[in-house]
């Protein structure tokens, strides 16, 4: 197995504040790597880190063996690293279509085909496609703003698939989706991971989602990993039920 | 969209197109005069739109881009002796080259911020045509600016130069068109919308900020080498902060980011004080009244009025549909 993404001691503070402080992990082709911890425990900063949202205050982050650490989210994005927010971020006036289309448009061609070729960069046919996988055929001509809280999560997931990513960082998936739509999600990732071989980091606070798709959970608290295991041992780990579990 | 819709809209597109085409043919010299000005405004109006309606970069300086454009037209054309379509390529490639760097704030700075950068650059444009007399020919102004004789056509009497101003209309259309309909223009409102999520999915927001503002002034400096030979005279004054001004406010009115609204936006605005004319001294009071009227009632513009009135029959009709859908499945053995 080779490592996709490897994470060596990444340090990020805002002011005092350690909000990371020196958190390292690889993650391997084909892994779901779940990462929970309390709130306010470094996941999304360490996520911005890792994505070029946030240059890090120290530390190393690479894709594919390759440092990646001082390029732009958007290169970072071509190189096969895609995301999801934790808050609803997708385009509300596009329809759902377009905004898959767009997901993906800059990894077709370079600028001057896309400015004088085909207006759906070629993907109309693998938006409909991941429109009939996530099951929003009814939507597809429908603006995005118009769609449920939950059916723009499953877009939003939808769209950091359209570039065919190598690798997916999953910013809260399941938050304040509903649960018949929340096995759905977890079933469609679970067939990309299968089908695709993409690998997944998620952050996620849903225990049943973290703990039946994941492979491998990461716990953080205060900044720094607290446990590293499979779903059941870290489930028995007496520090992480202290910390964030739970009795 | 319906087919009888899409028919509906052809239909429509050629009478416009028609009647822009065959009304004015007997127009007065002062009619075809405003039409003009109403074709080249558009013009300009549609290159602001793009940056700001479609990008969401606000600009206070298209008014200093199309003063470039006609600067550049009227001393290439009489001081050179140059035919119009080289100045036009001169004013392209200064608006597009000056643009792109006024685009640079824009990466750092957002809406008043950046409103105020590109305010300092409209002064300083008014500044440079009166000032550098030397080119300009400074409050003295340009005169005697020639008309272009299109593919053989001398374009001198109003007729033909209006005719010669709709056609340049309509191949900026169609190139605007093509272009919103491009992945360039869905990454350009990916900007508008959400820049952070756009980076994130791969678009280079810096190099699409960089040409929204770009191709926007571009548009502005090909409204101005039209605008030059129609007036035939210019000087520094209509260049000032209020044209830039006026073209914002012609993009808003009209509706920000809806393909025609600087049609609509220019109409109102350059059509609208001939109309109140019979109201003398009030008309800049009821333009004003009836803009901020507007403005409260549809901040996206009448375009905006226009679009919400369909969406809301489209999101009707949607809903009886599934109603319909629900009961059969209710109904059904």
Same mark, same amino acid.
């Given at each position: 197995? +080779? ?7 990444i340090?990020k ?5 350690k909000a990371?402080d020196g958190?390292?992990?690889d993650?391997?082709?084909?892994e779901?790597?779940?990462? /929970? ?7 999304? #900063? ?11 205050t120290?530390?190393?982050v ?5 440092v990646v +650490?001082?390029l ?11 995301? #999801? ?6 385009f ?10 767009l ?7 370079? &600028? ?5 070729g ?33 059916q ?5 997931a ?13 910013d809260?998936?399941a @938050?304040?989706v ?6 759905d ?21 849903n225990?049943?989602?973290v703990?039946?798709l ?5 716990v953080?608290a ?26 | &969209? ?21 009304v004015?043919?007997n127009?007065?010299?002062?009619g ?17 739109? !793009?940056?700001?309606?479609y ?21 290439? #054309? ?5 035919p119009?379509i080289a100045?036009?390529?001169?004013? /392209? ?9 006024l ?24 500044l ?7 080119l ?11 008309r272009?004789?299109v !593919? ?5 009497r ?8 709709? @056609?340049?209309?309509g /191949? ?14 869905r990454?350009?409102?990916a900007?508008?919308e ?17 040409m929204?503002?770009?191709? @926007?002034?571009?548009?502005g ?8 030979? !129609?007036?035939?005279? /210019?000087?520094?004054?209509p260049f000032?902060l209020?044209?830039?001004l ?16 600087p049609?609509?936006g220019?109409?109102?605005?350059v ?13 800049? &009071?009821?333009?004003a009244?009836?803009?901020?009227m ?17 969406t809301?029959?489209r #999101? ?18």
């Amino acid at each position: 197995m +080779t490592a996709v993404l490897e994470v060596s001691n990444i340090k990020k503070s805002f002011g005092g504040i350690k909000a990371v402080d020196g958190v390292s992990f690889d993650v391997q082709e084909g892994e779901i790597l779940g990462l /929970i911890g309390p709130n306010g425990c470094g996941k999304s #900063t360490l996520f911005n880190c890792i994505l070029g949202q946030l240059a890090p205050t120290d530390g190393e982050v690479k894709v594919d063996g390759r440092v990646v +650490t001082a390029l732009r989210p958007s290169e970072l994005n071509r190189l096969g690293v895609s995301r #999801t927010f934790q808050l609803l971020q997708v385009f509300p006036k596009l329809s759902v279509r377009e905004n898959l289309i767009l997901a993906g448009q800059e990894h077709q061609g370079n &600028m001057m085909s896309r400015l004088l070729g085909p207006s759906d960069a070629g993907l109309s046919a693998a938006a409909d496609q991941m429109i009939g996988f996530f099951k929003l055929d009814h939507l597809a001509t429908e603006a995005a703003g118009g769609l449920s809280y939950g059916q723009q999560k499953l877009l939003d997931a939808a769209m950091a698939f359209m570039g065919g990513p190598r690798l997916v960082l999953l910013d809260e998936p399941a @938050g304040g989706v509903n649960l018949t739509m929340l096995g759905d999600l977890k079933e469609r990732l679970a067939a990309i991971n299968r089908e695709k071989r993409a690998t997944f980091v998620v952050i996620e606070h849903n225990m049943e989602f973290v703990m039946s798709l994941c492979t491998r959970v990461m716990v953080m608290a205060e900044g720094r990993v607290l446990a590293m295991g499979t779903p059941s041992e870290v489930r028995a780990d007496p520090a992480v039920i202290e910390a964030y579990l739970g009795h | &969209m319906t087919a009888t819709g899409k028919y509906l809209r052809i239909a429509f597109a050629i009478v416009v197109i028609a009647a822009l085409i065959i009304v004015p043919m007997n127009f007065n010299r002062y009619g075809l005069y405003i039409l003009s000005q109403w074709a080249v405004m558009t013009i300009a109006a549609m290159g602001l739109n !793009l940056t700001l309606g479609y990008a969401g970069q606000v600009s206070l300086a298209q008014g200093a881009f199309v003063g470039i454009g006609a600067y550049a037209a009227a001393i290439m #054309t009489t001081q050179g002796g140059m035919p119009l379509i080289a100045a036009l390529g001169v004013a /392209i490639v200064l608006c597009f080259a000056i643009g792109w760097i006024l685009g640079y704030p824009a990466l750092r700075v957002q809406h008043h911020y950046l409103a105020f950068v590109t305010l300092a650059f409209s002064t300083l444009a008014f500044l440079v045509f009166r000032n550098e007399d030397w080119l300009t020919k400074g409050i003295y102004g340009i005169s005697n600016i020639p008309r272009p004789n299109v !593919l053989g056509f001398a374009t001198n009497r109003p007729l033909p130069f209006y005719y010669f101003c709709l @056609g340049s209309l309509g /191949i900026v259309s169609l190139a605007m068109w093509w272009l919103i309909r491009s992945p360039w223009g869905r990454a350009f409102v990916a900007l508008r919308e959400n820049p952070v999520r756009a980076l994130s999915l791969g678009i280079d927001t810096r190099r699409y900020t960089l040409m929204a503002f770009a191709m @926007g002034s571009a548009l502005g400096g090909v409204a101005g080498t039209l605008y030059a030979p !129609l007036t035939q005279y /210019i000087d520094p004054v209509p260049f000032n902060l209020s044209l830039s001004l006026d073209l914002l406010m012609m993009v808003i009115v009209g509706g920000s980011g809806f393909f025609f609204g600087p049609f609509l936006g220019a109409a109102i605005a350059v059509l609208l004080p001939e109309w109140l004319r019979f109201t003398q001294g009030y008309y800049l &009071m009821i333009y004003a009244v009836a803009v901020i009227m507007l403005l409260i009632y549809s901040p996206t513009g009448i375009l905006g009025i226009l679009d919400r009135y369909l969406t809301e029959r489209r #999101t009707k009709a949607a809903s009886a549909l599934r109603a319909v859908a629900k009961s059969r499945l209710e109904t059904a053995p």
